[in-house]
């Protein structure tokens, strides 16, 4: 980078470029997104069979092809736009000191040298000093002399001069460094030249990403990320605050951090954290695929002793030690990712909506926010919370059940528009008898759950308000209770099934308008009279003493939905039996959870 180069450079120029890349990344997504929810669902509702698994299989591989696409051009738009920012700080110093060089009549030469003419002696000496030529010195020993005799030369100009070079030399050395770090990044930005995204491809877009926002430390900072421990609304407003180019750094660079904030819009976290899905199950696949297999020989038997045992063999368990905890977590990881990408799939049968991914992330026992139906425009939402032994692998089935509440909204009320949400965002007990008896996991996750309701708020986009219900199942209920008891709940109704207690002694504690607590508990389900002795709420009685009042009972408060089986004929309902029905296709459980959704509450019928 020299002075004729960084003087005539337009950063501009980057920038335009920059925004043909957004551009096309912009024509990808929405590509992407006509593919997914109206083609294919536009398909199934004339194709059936074979002719329809084929043809969606191969739009599935386009619609990946236009992913691949929007990632790369917004990794090559960002990096355009942070090398733009570095050249322009850098040709801004170069042109200050060139205009005070102008000014003061000094000469710069092609290779940053500043000439000075005669001056007026210090020492008022008839004589003029002498003028000279200067240029800065890379050797700091060389630097410190040149300065001595800048200050003791007679001529003035010559110590103006010195700084005016050094500072042109600096915004070259600043220029030069920006090529050097932003060349090789850039130039990582290309594609194989298959149409096939494969695992290695989107591990060299995670490897691109990374390189991306390293190079670009001071560009992002020129923006400025969202405030610290901000609240849902202050999301919101950081967000709408942003340029289009700003906001695609962020998406390109950080959808990790987009991805999680509760009050930017769904369709902006669902943009973010399908990169970082896409992402994370192609490192998940290669990072399994690299471990040894188990051995075959897993079980052996001993027979010394009366009695014959079955145990590992040796080769067995060396393997174990060295690969099984990262197998485990691995696959158990992928088998949770596979259950959302099967929901992703099934947009449009049966007329399901499209799906957003809210929340993401494959640490420890993972994180999955799916909502089916975009609840930014839903005049109805439902947030659900599972209970004990939910994590990432298992979230499928948590997901169905939210898909059958929203099929069960639609029939109940089809002009209705709603968005039924799991919310797997805390660490749920994993283990009933070990975990599931202690609070803490409750009132750990009750403040994330409080900033998820809030964000629904700021995000929506509808007019007027919208009717908001949270939902829990087993030790959901209690991280329900939780955040009611430790803060505002951002809810109008609460839904209750097979709780084990609330920590509350009454629904009026429950944080909604009275009359708007809900309970479910079916037969033969026993977790509400266990539970009610780690998490029932304290009360008073009248006659003195304190009881611990779990939400089926009268004195809580609640209203008691029925759960066994209703009507006759083609309109009747089955019953909920045990602990995980509540959510069965054609139960009345299902039927009064739908009516509460949709605020039809003189519809819900109370047990029998």
């Avoid at 917004?74 to 060139?98: I, M, P």
């Avoid at 390189?211 to 430390?217: F, I, S, W």
């Avoid at 950081?238 to 904030?261: F, I, S």
Wanted: charged letters at 25%; aromatic letters at 6%.
């Amino acid at each position: 980078m020299d002075l004729a180069t960084l003087r005539k450079l337009e950063p501009s120029e980057f920038e335009e470029a920059a925004d043909g890349y957004r551009a096309a990344g912009d024509m990808a997504d929405t590509a992407k997104d006509h593919i997914e929810r109206v083609v294919v669902p536009g398909m199934r509702k004339s194709l059936r069979g074979e002719s329809l698994d084929a043809a969606i299989g191969e739009l599935r591989k386009l619609s990946a092809n236009f992913h691949y696409t929007q990632i790369e051009c917004g990794l090559v738009s960002t990096a355009l736009n942070g090398f733009a920012h570095d050249l322009d700080a850098a040709r801004k110093k170069l042109l200050s000191a060139l205009d005070e060089a102008e000014a003061a009549k000094f000469t710069v030469d092609a290779n940053g040298s500043v000439s000075y003419p005669e001056g007026p002696s210090r020492d008022g000496a008839a004589s003029p000093a002498k003028g000279g030529t200067v240029g800065s010195l890379s050797d700091p020993t060389a630097q410190s002399l040149a300065r001595q005799a800048a200050n003791a030369d007679p001529n003035p100009h010559h110590a103006r001069a010195l700084a005016l070079a050094d500072r042109i030399a600096h915004a070259l050395m600043e220029a030069t460094e920006a090529d050097v770090k932003w060349a090789p990044k850039i130039r990582a930005l290309k594609a194989d030249d298959d149409l096939t995204v494969s695992d290695e491809d989107l591990k060299d877009a995670q490897s691109d990403m990374g390189g991306v926002r390293e190079a670009g430390k001071d560009y992002l900072a020129s923006i400025g990320g969202p405030p610290e421990d901000a609240t849902p609304q202050q999301n919101a407003d950081w967000w709408k605050g942003l340029t289009a180019d700003e906001r695609e750094a962020y998406l390109a660079t950080r959808p990790d951090l987009v991805g999680r904030l509760d009050g930017l819009p769904a369709e902006v976290r669902d943009e973010a954290n399908r990169v970082v899905f896409e992402e994370k199950r192609s490192e998940y696949r290669l990072r399994l695929d690299s471990i040894p297999k188990p051995p075959a020989n897993e079980w052996t038997w001993i027979t010394a002793g009366p009695y014959p045992s079955k145990v590992h063999t040796d080769e067995w368990m060396e393997w174990h030690r060295k690969y099984g905890d990262e197998h485990r977590h691995l696959t158990a990881s992928l088998n949770g990712m596979k259950a959302i990408q099967s929901r992703f799939d099934d947009t449009g049968k049966e007329g399901l909506p499209e799906a957003y991914l809210l929340g993401f992330s494959p640490e420890g026992n993972g994180r999955a926010v799916v909502a089916t139906g975009n609840p930014d425009t839903a005049q109805h939402q439902a947030v659900y919370v599972p209970g004990t032994t939910s994590n990432l692998e298992k979230v499928g089935g948590d997901i169905n059940r939210m898909t059958e509440l929203w099929r069960q909204t639609n029939q109940t009320s089809p002009d209705a528009s709603v968005s039924t949400i799991t919310w797997l965002g805390y660490d749920a007990p994993q283990s009933i008898v070990k975990d599931a008896p202690f609070e803490h996991y409750a009132y750990d996750g009750a403040p994330a759950y409080r900033r998820f309701m809030d964000g629904l708020d700021a995000s929506h986009s509808a007019p007027g308000e919208p009717h908001r219900t949270a939902i829990g199942h087993s030790y959901g209920t209690t991280l329900i209770g939780a955040a009611a008891e430790t803060g505002t709940l951002n809810a109008d109704d609460v839904i209750l099934a097979g709780s084990p207690g609330v920590k509350v002694g009454h629904a009026d504690e429950m944080d909604v308008p009275k009359g708007h607590v809900w309970n479910q508990e079916a037969e033969d389900d026993p977790v509400p009279d266990i539970g009610r002795w780690g998490h029932g709420g304290s009360s008073w009685s009248l006659g003195g003493g304190v009881f611990l009042i779990p939400s089926d009972e009268e004195a809580f408060g609640a209203n008691q939905m029925n759960t066994g089986p209703e009507g006759t004929g083609p309109t009747a309902t089955t019953g909920a039996t045990g602990h995980s029905e509540y959510w069965n296709r054609g139960t009345t459980a299902l039927k009064n959870q739908a009516l509460v959704v949709v605020g039809e509450h003189g519809d819900v019928t109370a047990p029998q």
